[in-house]
Structure formats: structure tokens, C-alpha cells
């Protein structure tokens, strides 16, 4: 199945989650690094990479005081003007094509997330299959209003949102156009840890908002991604960065490409693990049936003669009758000369299943 049938499919039972190495800002400025990154992510076995485009000004204003810096002290840009951190992170435009051709000269699906309305006619005109809105302009209603009107899937990262504000980022993009909503559980936390990702929240919002749903992982590990994909997501979000060490702005909630490779491959295996409503044992199981236990001719026995704990055990292998029915014959004739070590069957019984 290629990419853009995966992506059309999202959500269906036999459709494995979609995968997305996030380059975000972890080029460090560098276009080789970025085409560096799109090759890992097609060789760690991810389906798609993405993009973010914006610039510093249509983010913030150009100030480097007050509210304009970051003051959490927790934060991994503590300190930093936001004007300088997004223009250090950005991606410059002038990249993209180059970077979306060769991202499907790889087999990946490649797009981005606008951050205004010139972002989007920007991606437009480079013919993205979907939008991606990050989690802090979920409330930016006129940015969703704009990307749904081209028609394609959506993919909207909830973060903090609350069920109202979720309700009116569907209710806009169903309302101009989007073919397709996907909805994201996501902590709005960089890194976030495994205990406040609450993954709990994706079944309830599938069924709150009749979308698919799945998970961006801003965790430092796996673990949740393939908990994720356990509990139904139909994608999963990673940030990508060739060393973990570096500078990179991002590096310390991404994964790198053996990290990234881990997590594909665990989450497929999870998703495969999830499969079906089954009783009975698998198709796989059959031959295990052998391990069971049933009833056995202990001795060997004639025309007539009465089936007695002697003469009958509860054994493995499990090719003769159901122990269930052991008490029930215990003191039945049998019809015919029976060897030990004989599997019983009704066969060998006057009496039925149903007598």
C-alpha cells in the first residue's frame, strides 16, 4: 500500500499506523542535514516526513523583552526571545520542494504544517497531500478555516485543547471542506513524560468527535508510541534528529534514526498484536490443540465392556473427546474392540453428544 492510500485509509482495521519523522528545526539551518534527515527517516521505516513552515514574523513580533521571552524556567528555550528561537528553527521555503521531491523519490509522504494563510498557498502551490495544525494554533480558527478549504485530509494536534475548543477546530474544518479529520493526543510539553500523556483520552475522543485518532510523541522514548498504537492510534508523530547530543533545537525530545527505527518497527508489531476479536485460538494455534487434554482408552477393551476409570483417562494429547464429557460416560458400553492408547470417539459409543 502506498503512502497516499495509507493516508486516505487512516483509521481502518487492517491499515498499519502511519509513521511521521517531524524534522521540525533539527537541520540546525543546513540543507544537507535536512535531506540527511528524510533519508533516515526512509531507512528507519518511517511513512512520511513533515515539515513546518513559517517564518520568525509570522510567528511573533520582532521584540526580546516582556512577554516576547520565554520565562519557564523548565523550558528546554528558557530565556530565549521567541523572534530568535523561530527564526533559528525555521525552515527556510526555499527548501521544501526540494525536500518533498526527494522525500517520494523514497516512497514517503511528505508534508507540512502551515502557520498562517501565506504558509498555506505557499504548500498549495507545492501540491501537499494533507495540512498538519500544530497544537498551539488549534484555536487559530481563520488558519484552520483556510487549510480545509483545499480540500484535503487534516491532521489536528490537540495538546491542551479543551473538548470545546477541539469541537470548534472540527466544526470549522468539516464546515470549509477538510476530506478527512485525524485528530492527535498530544502533551503540549517539550520533552513530555510518559505518566501525562493520558492515551486514555484517544477513545474517548474518537467517539466525542467521530475521527480518527492518533498520538504526537514528544516523550523521550518509545514506550508510549507503541502504547498508543495499542490503544488504536492510527499515527504516530516523532520528532527526528541525527544525533541526540547536538545542538539541534529540538534534540532533546527527538528521536534519532536507531531510536525512530525501534519505534516503526514496535509499533507495527503492536498493531499486528492488536488484531481481532478472537475465541477459539488462531488459525496459528491449531496444531498447539495436540497439548490439550482428552479421553484415552487406558486398556484394551472389548464388545460390551464398561468404561471405567481404569479403562478411561483424561490425557494429552487432545484428540479424542472433550474431558466434559468423562463422568457422563463412565459405566457406558462400548460397541466395538478398542486397543489402548485409542483416542475415544462417539464412534465407538452407543450414545451421541446430545442423549
Not at 520565554?70 to 528553527?89: C, F, K, M, P, V
Not at 497531500?129 to 488549534?138: N, R, T, V
Not at 496459528?284 to 468404561?307: C, F, P
Not at 478411561?312 to 468423562?326: A, D, E, H, I, T
Request: net charge negative; hydrophobic share 40%.
Amino acid at each position: 500500500m502506498s503512502p497516499e492510500e495509507k493516508l486516505a485509509r487512516l483509521g481502518e482495521a487492517d491499515v498499519a499506523p502511519l509513521i511521521v519523522a517531524e524534522l521540525s528545526g533539527n537541520h540546525m539551518g543546513d540543507f544537507s542535514i535536512a535531506r540527511a534527515l528524510v533519508k533516515a527517516a526512509a531507512d528507519s521505516g518511517a511513512d512520511a516526513v513533515k515539515l513546518q513552515t513559517y517564518t520568525a514574523d509570522t510567528m511573533t513580533l520582532p521584540y526580546r523583552s516582556g512577554d516576547f521571552v520565554i520565562q519557564d524556567s523548565t523550558s528546554l528555550w528558557h530565556g530565549r526571545s521567541l523572534h530568535d528561537l523561530y527564526a533559528q528553527a525555521a525552515t527556510p521555503w526555499e527548501w521544501h520542494n526540494e525536500l518533498f521531491d526527494y522525500a517520494r523519490t523514497l516512497g514517503l509522504l511528505a508534508f507540512s504544517s502551515p502557520f498562517d494563510s501565506t504558509a498555506v498557498d505557499f504548500l498549495e502551490g507545492l501540491g501537499v497531500p494533507c495540512y498538519k495544525i500544530a497544537s498551539f494554533e488549534l484555536t487559530d480558527l481563520p488558519l484552520i478555516g483556510c487549510a480545509a478549504s483545499k480540500n484535503k485530509p487534516m491532521i489536528l494536534s490537540t495538546g491542551m485543547a479543551t473538548l470545546s475548543e477541539i469541537e470548534d477546530a472540527i466544526a470549522v474544518a468539516r464546515e470549509r471542506g477538510a476530506s478527512k479529520i485525524i485528530l492527535l493526543k498530544c502533551t503540549s510539553r517539550y520533552p513530555a513524560s510518559a505518566e501525562h500523556s493520558n492515551l486514555s483520552t484517544m477513545a474517548n475522543m474518537a467517539t466525542a468527535f467521530g475521527c480518527a485518532v492518533g498520538f504526537s510523541d514528544h516523550t523521550q522514548t518509545i514506550g508510549s508510541a507503541v502504547t498508543a498504537v495499542a490503544l488504536g492510534a492510527c499515527m504516530v508523530e516523532k520528532h527526528l534528529v541525527l544525533d541526540r547530543n547536538s545542538n539541534a533545537v529540538d534534540a532533546g525530545f527527538s528521536a534519532d534514526p536507531d531510536q525512530l527505527k525501534q519505534l516503526a518497527a514496535a509499533c507495527k508489531e503492536a498493531w499486528l498484536a492488536r488484531g481481532t476479536v478472537v475465541y477459539g485460538g488462531s488459525p496459528e494455534d491449531v496444531n498447539e490443540r495436540y497439548y490439550r487434554r482428552s479421553l484415552y482408552i487406558a486398556k484394551d477393551m472389548k464388545v460390551g465392556d464398561v468404561l471405567s476409570p481404569s479403562s478411561l483417562r483424561v490425557v494429552r494429547p487432545g484428540y479424542g473427546l472433550s474431558p466434559k464429557y468423562y463422568e457422563k460416560l463412565i459405566g457406558t458400553q462400548v460397541i466395538m474392540d478398542i486397543p489402548a492408547g485409542t483416542a475415544l470417539s462417539w464412534r465407538h459409543l452407543m450414545m451421541r453428544p446430545d442423549s
